[in-house]
């Protein structure tokens, strides 16, 4: 069972995602706040699998406490809350360890496929913040030395995950089976020293 934790600062949103994570029988909440004061208490106390992080809220705000949950625990993985979609605030938000994000309008079910693929691996993105992800990638010269490290398999897989689909996805887009992408990934995060889907994209555009 996935272990979640809520960060959202209006309460009528709040109770919303309370009561949808508590329906799923997949998922269990394991608190919720207001702010980020006293993120890294919760964390340490509470041990979520995944965090639903507001952005805009007030004291300490999500981009804050993302930071502090990947400085102190990077395997909680955290999926961004946001009204609109502002591209360069969640590209930054992806750098510093985000596995990826959901405007607030999105329907429920769509929520609830976010954290599913987050669970899974893959980086939950659109394709407009995935383009900036991309020509990123273009700028930088760790793209060339990452591709040298893995095999043009490997660097596909990557290079999929960065434009936020899941294994899923993956496998339907390279035509391979669910094992054989989970094999790529184990295969990346161990070349790449990495321990999910968030940081071996990361280190590739950083």
């Known amino acids: 069972m996935t272990k979640v934790f809520i960060y959202e600062d209006n309460k ?14 997949d998922l269990k909440l394991v ?3 207001s702010n980020c004061a006293n993120v890294a208490s919760e964390m340490k106390n509470l041990a979520p699998d995944i965090v639903l992080m507001d952005l805009n809220m007030p004291k300490v705000d999500g981009f804050v406490g993302l930071k502090r949950i990947k400085e102190e625990y990077p395997e909680i993985k955290v999926l961004l ?8 605030k969640i590209l ?8 990826g994000y959901i405007l607030k309008n999105d329907s429920p079910q769509k929520l609830l496929q976010a954290i599913k693929d987050v669970m899974e691996g893959g980086a939950n993105l659109t394709p407009s913040v995935a383009i900036k992800i991309l020509r990123s ?3 930088n010269q760790s793209k060339k030395a990452i591709a040298e490290t893995l095999t043009e398999r490997e660097t596909e897989v990557l290079e999929l995950l ?7 996805m993956i496998a339907a887009d390279m035509d391979i089976s669910f094992n ?4 790529h990934l184990k295969k990346i995060y161990e070349k790449l020293r990495v321990n999910s889907a968030g940081e071996a994209i990361r280190m590739y555009y950083n």
């Open 12 to 25: 009528d949103r709040s109770e919303a995602l309370i009561s949808l994570i508590n329906k799923q029988s």
């Open 31 to 33: 608190g919720h706040s």
């Open 81 to 88: 809350q946001t009204i609109i979609e502002d591209s360069d």
């Open 92 to 99: 930054e938000c992806i750098k510093a360890g985000a596995e």
């Open 137 to 139: 990638l273009n700028q």
């Open 162 to 168: 960065s434009l936020g689909k899941s294994y899923k």
């Open 180 to 183: 054989t992408v989970n094999s």
